[in-house]
């Protein structure tokens, strides 16, 4: 596997911030619908503080992914896949994009115009990006919780496409953004070829349309024409 993104699959390094976002984003989520319920004490203030270290590192892992993807490019559109779910893909992933950078700022913003300090992780503080507000504290966190659950219901969206593409088209939608998908896919290809429902090689992979046997008019084969 190379590190840098191909033609037909993404690369290490955008596989694995791909993955590591993934994972920060789930923990991120489990924090905050649970932080909210724990009785006052410092058990609560070490979980508020993670919950929003964990953000930080959310936004420092996007930019990250961003800057990987303008320098490595992205992978065309699968074979065969229709212009309309392309476009539809494309507005989820920058959507996607658009709302991880949101939800850290507008948390930082909210702690800013809540007066509350933010350090990352114990190591150092992190400067305010407001005043104190109360009127604009209520909106950021309004902003901040709607945010999520937008965010929630495209993650969802967008891992359903997914496994769509993966058990129903049979393409390399997901494989391509997994270690070693590559050699997942020729395997599924190869079987499905072997079972006369798929491609006749793992290397054929652009949903060729059906072949049709000869019909009774077309040409005999040079091996047939002198036949008796």
Do not use: C
Request: without cysteine; aromatic residues 10%.
């Amino acid at each position: 596997m190379t590190l840098k993104n191909t033609a037909d699959r993404w690369g290490a390094v955008s596989q694995s911030l791909h993955w590591l976002i993934v994972l920060l984003i789930a923990a991120i989520a489990v924090i905050g619908l649970t932080m909210t319920d724990m009785s006052n004490g410092p058990s609560k203030i070490k979980i508020y503080a993670l919950h929003k270290s964990l953000g930080l590192t959310l936004l420092a892992l996007v930019v990250a992914r961003l800057l990987w993807r303008v320098y490595a490019g992205a992978p065309g559109p699968v074979a065969g896949t229709p212009h309309w779910q392309e476009r539809i893909a494309s507005l989820t992933h920058w959507a996607l994009y658009a709302l991880m950078f949101a939800l850290p700022l507008s948390g930082w913003l909210f702690n800013s115009t809540a007066g509350y300090p933010l350090q990352y992780f114990g190591l150092f503080n992190l400067p305010k990006l407001a005043a104190r507000n109360e009127e604009l504290a209520q909106l950021t966190r309004t902003l901040h919780e709607t945010g999520f659950w937008v965010l929630l219901a495209l993650v969802l969206a967008h891992a359903a496409a997914a496994f769509y593409h993966h058990l129903f088209q049979n393409d390399a939608t997901l494989t391509r953004m997994l270690p070693g998908g590559r050699r997942t896919y020729d395997a599924l290809a190869d079987a499905d070829a072997a079972n006369g429902h798929g491609p006749s090689s793992a290397d054929d992979r652009s949903q060729l349309p059906p072949t049709h046997p000869p019909t009774a008019s077309a040409p005999a084969s040079p091996e047939n024409r002198n036949a008796p």
